[in-house]
């Protein structure tokens, strides 16, 4: 299972309008490839957690979509700057033994 981290933040004022899309995910991402799918909301940022058997090329695919890209559209006008990816630096599984 690989994990992908994506972030960006939000412009002032969008906190509100990125719960609500948060409100409208797909209670069954699975359809689409993913796994899990997580997204974490602060004041000021977006975190996007996609966890998938190959979740750079799942989300590289669906924004090389013009059909499937629009999943993530209503997001960018929330953005402050673009959306990137964060690196895992580290990782710890209780039991599995798997650190980064």
């Known amino acids: 299972m690989q994990r992908l981290v994506l972030t960006a933040r939000l412009r002032q004022g969008a906190r509100e309008r990125a719960l609500e899309l948060a409100g409208t ?3 069954h991402p699975s359809t689409s490839g993913f796994a899990r799918l997580s997204v ?3 004041e000021f940022e977006v975190v996007f957690l996609i966890e998938a058997p190959e979740a750079e090329l799942l989300v590289r695919e ?3 979509d013009p059909v499937r890209a629009t999943e993530i559209g209503p997001w960018l006008p929330l953005f402050d700057g673009p959306l990137h990816r964060a690196d895992e630096v580290y990782h710890w599984s209780g039991g599995t033994g798997d650190a980064c």
């Open 25 to 27: 995910m797909p209670t």
């Open 62 to 64: 669906i924004l090389n």
């Open 40 to 42: 974490y909301l602060s």
